[in-house]
C-alpha cells in the first residue's frame, strides 16, 4: 500500500494551492487530509468518502478548501484557497478501509509522507 502527496509549495497569503494524493495497493472506503505545524499536534483538515462522496471539515477552513475525489480511483484532490499563513503546515493524507468519515486520525490505517505547505504573509 502506498500514498503519494503532492501539490504542496510556496505560496503568498491570498493565493491558493491544489494537493493531490494517489493511493495504491487496495481499495479504501474514505480518504482524509490532516496538517501539522511546527511545534504542534496532527490536526483534521478535511475527509471524503470514495463511495459517497460526502465531505467533512475542520471549522477553520470549510469556508476556503474543498476535498473531491476522482470516481472509481483512490485518488483526491484538495483545493485551498485564501490561504494564510496560519496554514502552513505539512499536509499529510491518509486513508482507511471503513466508508464512513472520520475526522480522528486513529482511524486511519495508511498515510501518506506529506507534502509541505508554506504561506508568506
Known amino acids: 500500500v502506498q500514498l503519494q502527496a503532492s501539490g504542496g509549495g510556496l505560496v503568498q497569503a491570498g493565493g491558493s494551492l491544489r494537493l493531490l494524493c494517489a493511493a495504491s495497493g487496495r481499495t479504501f472506503g474514505s480518504m482524509g487530509w490532516f496538517r501539522q505545524a511546527p511545534g504542534k499536534e496532527r490536526e483534521f483538515v478535511a475527509a471524503?468518502?470514495?463511495?459517497?462522496?460526502?465531505?467533512y471539515y475542520t471549522e477553520s477552513v470549510k469556508a476556503r478548501f474543498s476535498i473531491s475525489r476522482e470516481n472509481g480511483k483512490n485518488t483526491v484532490y484538495l483545493q485551498m484557497n485564501s490561504l494564510s499563513p496560519e496554514d502552513t503546515a505539512i499536509y499529510y493524507c491518509?486513508?482507511?478501509?471503513?466508508?464512513?468519515?472520520?475526522?480522528?486520525?486513529?482511524?486511519?490505517?495508511?498515510w501518506g509522507q506529506g507534502t509541505q505547505v508554506t504561506v508568506s504573509s
Open positions: 471524503i468518502s470514495l463511495t459517497s462522496g460526502i465531505t
Open positions: 491518509a486513508a482507511r478501509v471503513g466508508v464512513g468519515i472520520s475526522a480522528d486520525l486513529r482511524q486511519y490505517a495508511y
